[in-house]
């Protein structure tokens, strides 16, 4: 390997789905704010991903229907009041 090309923060990281809980160690440079305990007792990064393969409908098989005919209505009952001007 070349020397000095390689970022100097590569370690073990967390990354946890926040939709299903599911966390995995990854060796990564992604910046983090937040650390985690796991049950070895080391402390890690923690990454918060939104999806991930435990959570995507292409990997899982299961589609996730969103109620957006609810947030329509929640939105033009907000801004109704705007449009009568």
Do not use: Q
Request: positive net charge; contains cysteine.
């Amino acid at each position: 390997m070349k020397k000095g090309i390689h970022p100097d923060n590569y370690r073990t990281v967390v990354f946890k789905d926040i939709s299903t809980d599911d966390m995995f160690l990854v060796r990564s440079c992604a910046n983090t704010k937040e650390t985690i305990t796991l049950d070895d007792g080391k402390e890690y990064p923690l990454f918060k991903l939104e999806i991930s393969s435990k959570s995507h409908p292409f990997y899982t098989g299961k589609m996730k229907f969103v109620d957006s005919a609810g947030r329509i209505d929640k939105f033009k009952k907000k801004f109704a009041k705007f449009a009568k001007k």
